[in-house]
């Protein structure tokens, strides 16, 4: 059964401080993995698609990296403007919708 | 410009009443998504559309319906609201599955079902 989960559900960084946050996956084919961005009361925003083990991308303090069951989008040096929920979600070869996790609350305390 | 656009934003309904929500693109995308967020579970996927005409179910289809009649239009109906489909509802679009698959999402509608 196609599955993701995101952990942890919260987690509250102080300014300057660097983090990763953590999305496992269980597709039987991945056509990607995808991380999006969510303000309160917004729709998500779009922030990477990783499609294999080994590979990264980066924009500004975030950095995505993906292997065979997990990605993980670590926060280097966050800045209160980071504050957002972080979605992580799974494509399956076999499927047409993504499989979202319940995502990452991050709150960053100046 | 102006992405996805949804109306309404806000909307209350008594369990019984019927309501459509629209969803507008700009973008000129094939692929078009209506997507639920409920507090404690992921985006689950309603029904989506490949391209003007087309419709098909996503993982929670029943109770709704919908509708692309227009390549920048995607309607989503509820015949006979229960409380069970309040719930946030977001409109998105995409030019592509697979390689450049990627969704704009509209920024959601508040749905209370009474």
């Known amino acids: 059964e196609d599955q993701v989960t995101q952990s942890p559900e919260a987690l509250r960084l102080q300014e300057g401080e660097s983090s990763s946050l953590n999305c496992s996956y269980t597709?039987?084919?991945?056509?990607?993995l995808f991380w999006y961005r969510q303000d309160p009361g917004k729709g998500p925003e779009f922030l990477f698609t990783l499609y294999s083990a080994g590979e990264e991308k980066e924009k500004e303090r975030l950095k995505a990296t993906l292997t065979k069951k997990e990605s993980f989008l670590h926060i280097t040096a966050p800045k209160p403007e980071d504050s957002a929920t972080y979605l992580c979600?799974?494509?399956?070869?076999?499927?047409?919708?993504?499989?979202f996790g319940t995502g990452t609350r991050l709150t960053v305390i100046p | 410009n102006a992405g996805v656009t949804q109306t309404p934003k806000f909307r209350v309904l008594k369990t019984g009443q019927s309501m459509t929500l629209l969803c507008a693109q700009d973008m000129n995308h094939e692929y078009m998504y209506w997507y639920r967020q409920d507090p404690g579970m992921g985006l689950r996927l309603i029904h989506y559309s490949v391209g003007e005409g087309t419709t098909a179910k996503g993982e929670v289809p029943d109770g709704y319906n919908v509708s692309r009649l227009k390549k920048q239009n995607f309607l989503l109906g509820l015949e006979s609201a229960a409380p069970s489909q309040t719930s946030v509802y977001f409109c998105?679009?995409?030019?592509?599955?697979?390689?450049?698959?990627?969704?704009?999402f509209g920024s959601g509608t508040q749905l209370s079902v009474l």
């Open positions: 597709v039987s084919g991945l056509r990607g």
């Open positions: 998105a679009s995409s030019y592509a599955r697979g390689r450049d698959e990627k969704l704009f």
């Open positions: 979600a799974a494509g399956d070869t076999g499927a047409n919708n993504l499989f």
